[in-house]
Protein backbone atom coordinates (compact mmCIF):
# COMPACT_ATOMS: atom_id res chain seq x y z
CA UNK A 1 0.00 0.00 0.00
CA UNK A 2 1.05 3.30 -0.88
CA UNK A 3 1.69 6.15 2.23
CA UNK A 4 2.55 9.72 2.23
CA UNK A 5 5.89 10.24 2.68
CA UNK A 6 4.84 13.17 5.12
CA UNK A 7 3.11 10.36 7.05
CA UNK A 8 6.14 8.18 7.97
CA UNK A 9 8.04 8.86 10.82
CA UNK A 10 11.94 8.02 11.19
CA UNK A 11 12.77 7.40 14.74
CA UNK A 12 16.01 9.75 16.58
CA UNK A 13 19.57 8.12 16.38
CA UNK A 14 19.03 5.69 13.39
CA UNK A 15 22.51 5.37 11.56
CA UNK A 16 22.97 8.07 8.98
CA UNK A 17 21.98 7.33 5.29
CA UNK A 18 25.03 7.57 2.73
CA UNK A 19 24.35 10.90 0.84
CA UNK A 20 26.30 9.22 -2.37
CA UNK A 21 24.54 6.30 -1.64
CA UNK A 22 21.10 7.94 -2.08
CA UNK A 23 22.49 9.48 -5.02
CA UNK A 24 22.95 6.22 -6.76
CA UNK A 25 19.58 4.79 -5.66
CA UNK A 26 17.66 7.48 -6.77
CA UNK A 27 18.78 7.64 -10.30
CA UNK A 28 18.22 3.54 -10.45
CA UNK A 29 14.64 3.89 -8.59
CA UNK A 30 13.70 6.67 -11.74
CA UNK A 31 14.59 3.81 -14.28
CA UNK A 32 13.12 0.77 -12.92
CA UNK A 33 10.97 1.68 -9.95
CA UNK A 34 10.90 0.90 -6.10
CA UNK A 35 11.41 -2.62 -6.39
CA UNK A 36 10.98 -3.57 -2.62
CA UNK A 37 8.80 -1.49 -1.06
CA UNK A 38 10.26 0.16 2.48
CA UNK A 39 8.46 -1.12 5.53
CA UNK A 40 6.87 0.57 8.83
CA UNK A 41 4.89 -0.63 12.14
CA UNK A 42 1.13 0.15 12.05
CA UNK A 43 2.33 3.82 13.18
CA UNK A 44 4.02 4.39 10.37
CA UNK A 45 7.16 4.34 11.77
CA UNK A 46 10.11 3.51 9.80
CA UNK A 47 11.21 0.33 10.82
CA UNK A 48 13.37 -0.55 7.23
CA UNK A 49 14.07 1.17 3.77
CA UNK A 50 16.10 4.51 4.75
CA UNK A 51 17.89 4.92 2.03
CA UNK A 52 14.93 4.09 -0.46
CA UNK A 53 12.70 6.29 1.63
CA UNK A 54 15.44 9.26 1.19
CA UNK A 55 16.03 8.27 -2.65
CA UNK A 56 12.15 9.13 -2.43
CA UNK A 57 12.35 12.19 -1.58
CA UNK A 58 15.27 13.12 -3.54
CA UNK A 59 13.42 12.79 -6.55
CA UNK A 60 10.31 14.63 -5.05
CA UNK A 61 7.49 11.79 -4.52
CA UNK A 62 4.64 12.45 -2.07
CA UNK A 63 3.91 8.67 -1.36
CA UNK A 64 5.68 5.79 -1.25
CA UNK A 65 4.81 2.22 -1.75
CA UNK A 66 5.05 0.64 1.93
CA UNK A 67 4.60 -2.72 3.68
CA UNK A 68 2.75 -2.92 6.82
CA UNK A 69 4.74 -5.23 9.55
CA UNK A 70 2.59 -5.57 13.10
CA UNK A 71 4.08 -6.88 16.55
CA UNK A 72 3.77 -10.71 15.22
CA UNK A 73 5.51 -9.66 11.82
CA UNK A 74 8.41 -7.91 13.44
CA UNK A 75 9.15 -10.69 16.14
CA UNK A 76 8.62 -13.19 13.01
CA UNK A 77 11.74 -10.90 11.19
CA UNK A 78 13.56 -10.69 14.26
CA UNK A 79 13.83 -14.78 14.73
CA UNK A 80 14.37 -15.27 11.07
CA UNK A 81 17.39 -13.14 11.40
CA UNK A 82 18.48 -14.85 14.62
CA UNK A 83 18.39 -18.19 12.67
CA UNK A 84 20.39 -16.71 9.59
CA UNK A 85 23.28 -15.28 11.86
CA UNK A 86 23.23 -18.89 13.52
CA UNK A 87 22.92 -21.32 10.71
CA UNK A 88 24.44 -19.16 7.89
CA UNK A 89 28.03 -18.79 7.22
CA UNK A 90 28.41 -15.02 6.93
CA UNK A 91 31.29 -12.97 6.43
CA UNK A 92 32.27 -10.08 8.98
CA UNK A 93 30.32 -7.15 7.03
CA UNK A 94 26.64 -9.58 6.49
CA UNK A 95 26.89 -10.53 10.10
CA UNK A 96 27.54 -6.89 11.17
CA UNK A 97 24.78 -5.76 9.01
CA UNK A 98 21.93 -8.23 10.10
CA UNK A 99 22.90 -7.09 14.04
CA UNK A 100 22.05 -3.64 12.52
CA UNK A 101 18.71 -4.79 11.11
CA UNK A 102 18.05 -6.91 14.19
CA UNK A 103 18.73 -4.04 16.06
CA UNK A 104 16.57 -1.81 14.30
CA UNK A 105 13.37 -4.62 14.51
CA UNK A 106 13.85 -4.92 18.21
CA UNK A 107 14.25 -1.60 19.16
CA UNK A 108 10.68 -1.03 16.83
CA UNK A 109 8.85 -3.64 19.18
CA UNK A 110 10.92 -2.48 22.50
CA UNK A 111 11.52 1.58 22.14
CA UNK A 112 11.70 1.61 25.92
CA UNK A 113 15.05 -0.66 25.61
CA UNK A 114 16.81 2.55 24.18
CA UNK A 115 16.43 4.48 27.08
CA UNK A 116 17.99 2.73 29.49
CA UNK A 117 16.89 -0.25 31.64
CA UNK A 118 15.83 2.37 34.47
CA UNK A 119 13.71 3.91 32.28
CA UNK A 120 11.58 1.04 31.81
CA UNK A 121 8.98 0.77 33.97
CA UNK A 122 7.92 4.55 33.15
CA UNK A 123 8.19 4.18 29.55
CA UNK A 124 5.72 1.31 29.52
CA UNK A 125 3.46 3.23 31.42
CA UNK A 126 3.60 6.30 28.84
CA UNK A 127 3.16 4.33 25.90
CA UNK A 128 0.18 2.46 27.55
CA UNK A 129 2.06 -1.17 28.01
CA UNK A 130 1.17 -3.25 31.01
CA UNK A 131 4.17 -6.64 32.09
CA UNK A 132 1.22 -8.59 31.86
CA UNK A 133 0.56 -7.96 27.81
CA UNK A 134 1.69 -10.67 25.85
CA UNK A 135 3.98 -8.36 23.82
CA UNK A 136 5.31 -6.29 26.46
CA UNK A 137 8.87 -5.14 25.98
CA UNK A 138 11.61 -6.97 27.94
CA UNK A 139 13.70 -5.61 30.42
CA UNK A 140 17.01 -6.87 28.31
CA UNK A 141 18.98 -4.26 26.28
CA UNK A 142 19.84 -4.81 22.67
CA UNK A 143 22.73 -6.02 22.83
CA UNK A 144 21.63 -8.53 26.04
CA UNK A 145 18.91 -10.04 24.10
CA UNK A 146 21.17 -10.62 21.07
CA UNK A 147 24.28 -12.31 23.03
CA UNK A 148 21.67 -14.94 24.50
CA UNK A 149 20.05 -15.37 21.28
CA UNK A 150 23.41 -15.87 19.28
CA UNK A 151 25.36 -17.66 22.75
CA UNK A 152 28.04 -14.36 22.39
CA UNK A 153 29.36 -12.10 25.29
CA UNK A 154 27.60 -8.60 25.57
CA UNK A 155 30.90 -7.02 24.93
CA UNK A 156 31.40 -8.89 21.54
CA UNK A 157 27.64 -7.45 20.38
CA UNK A 158 28.49 -3.81 21.52
CA UNK A 159 32.02 -4.30 19.89
CA UNK A 160 30.31 -5.14 16.85
CA UNK A 161 27.84 -2.70 16.83
CA UNK A 162 30.46 -0.04 16.80
CA UNK A 163 32.61 -1.01 14.38
CA UNK A 164 29.51 -0.77 11.66
CA UNK A 165 28.39 2.34 13.01
CA UNK A 166 32.26 3.29 12.14
CA UNK A 167 32.11 1.99 8.36
CA UNK A 168 31.35 4.08 5.77
CA UNK A 169 28.64 2.30 2.70
CA UNK A 170 31.75 2.81 0.24
CA UNK A 171 33.70 0.40 2.23
CA UNK A 172 31.37 -1.96 3.11
CA UNK A 173 30.69 -2.02 -0.80
CA UNK A 174 34.30 -2.54 -1.49
CA UNK A 175 33.69 -5.80 0.71
CA UNK A 176 30.67 -6.80 -1.23
CA UNK A 177 32.55 -6.60 -4.13
CA UNK A 178 35.04 -9.19 -3.11
CA UNK A 179 32.55 -11.77 -1.57
CA UNK A 180 35.45 -14.14 -1.52
CA UNK A 181 38.13 -11.76 0.87
CA UNK A 182 37.75 -13.04 4.63
CA UNK A 183 37.78 -9.31 6.67
CA UNK A 184 39.11 -10.39 10.28
CA UNK A 185 37.39 -8.46 13.07
CA UNK A 186 40.31 -6.84 14.21
CA UNK A 187 40.84 -5.21 10.71
CA UNK A 188 37.10 -4.26 10.67
CA UNK A 189 37.43 -2.26 13.74
CA UNK A 190 40.92 -0.34 12.38
CA UNK A 191 39.01 0.21 9.23
CA UNK A 192 36.22 1.54 11.10
CA UNK A 193 38.63 3.61 13.20
CA UNK A 194 39.75 5.94 9.88
CA UNK A 195 38.50 8.34 8.27
CA UNK A 196 36.63 7.87 5.35
CA UNK A 197 38.80 8.32 2.41
CA UNK A 198 41.69 6.51 4.06
CA UNK A 199 39.29 3.71 4.89
CA UNK A 200 37.82 2.97 2.01
CA UNK A 201 41.26 2.93 0.84
CA UNK A 202 42.78 0.40 3.08
CA UNK A 203 39.59 -1.72 2.16
CA UNK A 204 40.31 -1.84 -1.07
CA UNK A 205 43.80 -2.58 -0.43
CA UNK A 206 42.86 -5.79 2.14
CA UNK A 207 40.03 -6.75 -0.01
CA UNK A 208 42.78 -7.09 -3.39
CA UNK A 209 45.55 -8.48 -1.11
CA UNK A 210 47.85 -6.11 -1.14
CA UNK A 211 47.73 -5.52 2.82
CA UNK A 212 47.58 -8.43 4.44
CA UNK A 213 46.93 -5.49 7.99
CA UNK A 214 45.54 -1.54 7.62
CA UNK A 215 48.70 -1.07 9.93
CA UNK A 216 50.54 -1.33 6.46
CA UNK A 217 48.83 1.24 5.10
CA UNK A 218 47.85 3.99 8.11
CA UNK A 219 50.01 2.43 11.22
CA UNK A 220 47.58 3.04 14.34
CA UNK A 221 48.48 5.37 16.89
CA UNK A 222 49.50 3.86 20.47
CA UNK A 223 49.82 5.81 23.17
CA UNK A 224 53.81 4.86 24.22
CA UNK A 225 54.23 3.50 21.49
CA UNK A 226 56.16 4.37 17.94
CA UNK A 227 53.79 2.98 14.89
CA UNK A 228 55.35 0.68 12.98
CA UNK A 229 56.77 1.86 9.01
CA UNK A 230 54.83 0.47 6.48
CA UNK A 231 56.98 -1.60 3.97
CA UNK A 232 55.77 0.14 0.78
CA UNK A 233 55.02 3.84 0.43
CA UNK A 234 51.64 5.46 1.28
CA UNK A 235 51.52 7.34 -2.49
CA UNK A 236 52.17 3.80 -4.12
CA UNK A 237 49.46 1.83 -2.02
CA UNK A 238 47.11 4.92 -2.82
CA UNK A 239 47.78 4.52 -6.25
CA UNK A 240 47.69 0.64 -6.59
CA UNK A 241 43.88 0.95 -4.70
CA UNK A 242 42.83 3.60 -7.37
CA UNK A 243 42.87 1.32 -9.45
CA UNK A 244 41.82 -1.75 -7.94
CA UNK A 245 38.58 -0.01 -6.77
CA UNK A 246 35.70 -1.99 -7.72
CA UNK A 247 33.08 0.89 -7.49
CA UNK A 248 34.82 2.87 -10.61
CA UNK A 249 34.16 2.58 -14.39
CA UNK A 250 36.37 0.69 -16.39
CA UNK A 251 39.38 2.15 -17.65
CA UNK A 252 39.49 3.69 -21.12
CA UNK A 253 42.26 6.25 -21.31
CA UNK A 254 45.95 5.73 -22.42
CA UNK A 255 46.75 7.50 -18.96
CA UNK A 256 44.82 5.43 -16.80
CA UNK A 257 46.82 2.57 -18.81
CA UNK A 258 50.01 3.50 -18.22
CA UNK A 259 49.22 4.85 -14.48
CA UNK A 260 48.32 0.44 -13.88
CA UNK A 261 51.07 -0.80 -15.65
CA UNK A 262 53.25 1.16 -13.89
CA UNK A 263 52.38 0.09 -10.67
CA UNK A 264 52.17 -3.26 -11.56
CA UNK A 265 55.82 -3.36 -12.60
CA UNK A 266 56.80 -1.49 -9.12
CA UNK A 267 54.99 -3.67 -7.68
CA UNK A 268 56.85 -6.95 -9.16
CA UNK A 269 59.91 -4.66 -8.57
CA UNK A 270 59.14 -4.56 -4.49
CA UNK A 271 58.36 -8.61 -4.70
CA UNK A 272 61.66 -9.22 -6.36
CA UNK A 273 63.44 -7.26 -3.77
CA UNK A 274 62.35 -9.86 -1.36
CA UNK A 275 64.19 -12.31 -2.84
CA UNK A 276 67.56 -10.39 -2.50
CA UNK A 277 67.26 -10.44 1.08
CA UNK A 278 70.44 -12.53 2.85
CA UNK A 279 68.22 -14.24 5.10
CA UNK A 280 66.37 -15.49 2.18
CA UNK A 281 69.62 -16.36 0.02
CA UNK A 282 70.69 -18.60 2.88
CA UNK A 283 67.25 -20.16 3.16
CA UNK A 284 66.66 -21.34 0.02
CA UNK A 285 70.03 -21.84 -1.81
CA UNK A 286 71.63 -23.23 -3.14
CA UNK A 287 69.02 -24.28 -5.43
CA UNK A 288 69.32 -28.08 -7.17
CA UNK A 289 69.64 -28.29 -11.20
CA UNK A 290 66.19 -29.38 -11.70
CA UNK A 291 64.76 -26.61 -9.22
CA UNK A 292 67.23 -23.89 -11.00
CA UNK A 293 65.99 -24.90 -14.31
CA UNK A 294 62.28 -24.54 -13.37
CA UNK A 295 63.29 -20.77 -12.11
CA UNK A 296 64.55 -20.38 -15.11
CA UNK A 297 61.24 -21.69 -17.20
CA UNK A 298 58.94 -19.50 -14.84
CA UNK A 299 61.10 -16.19 -15.73
CA UNK A 300 61.43 -16.93 -19.42
CA UNK A 301 57.71 -17.50 -19.52
CA UNK A 302 56.57 -13.76 -17.61
CA UNK A 303 59.37 -12.44 -19.55
CA UNK A 304 57.80 -13.89 -22.91
CA UNK A 305 54.06 -13.28 -21.59
CA UNK A 306 54.76 -9.59 -20.97
CA UNK A 307 56.75 -9.15 -24.10
CA UNK A 308 53.59 -10.83 -25.96
CA UNK A 309 51.73 -8.47 -24.86
CA UNK A 310 53.50 -5.57 -25.91
CA UNK A 311 53.47 -6.84 -29.50
CA UNK A 312 49.67 -6.64 -28.99
CA UNK A 313 49.58 -3.33 -28.01
CA UNK A 314 52.31 -1.97 -30.93
CA UNK A 315 49.54 -4.09 -33.10
CA UNK A 316 46.72 -1.91 -31.87
CA UNK A 317 48.25 1.31 -32.45
CA UNK A 318 49.99 0.64 -35.57
CA UNK A 319 46.13 -0.35 -36.90
CA UNK A 320 43.29 1.04 -34.46
CA UNK A 321 40.78 0.22 -36.96
CA UNK A 322 42.05 -3.39 -37.68
Known amino acids: MKIAISEIKVNAGRREASLSGIDELAQSISEVGLLNPITIDPDHTLIAGLHRLEAAKRLCWTEIECTVCGLEGLQAKLAEIDENVVRTSLSTIEYGELLERRKEIYESLYPETKAGLSQAAGMNRVIGKHVSDKMSPTPKSF???????????????????????????????????????????????????????????????????????????????????????????????????????????????????????????QEIQQKIGFYHDPYFKKAVFPLSQSEMDELVKLTDYCCEMMQDFVRQIKEVSTHPCG
Open 143 to 265: AQDTAGKLGVSVRTVERTMQTMKGLTKETRDVFHAFPNYKLSQSNAAKLSRLEPKKQKTAAILLASYQIKSVDEYEPEQIEGKMPRKPKQSKEFLESVASLKDPTKGVMVDSDSFLLEYRAMV
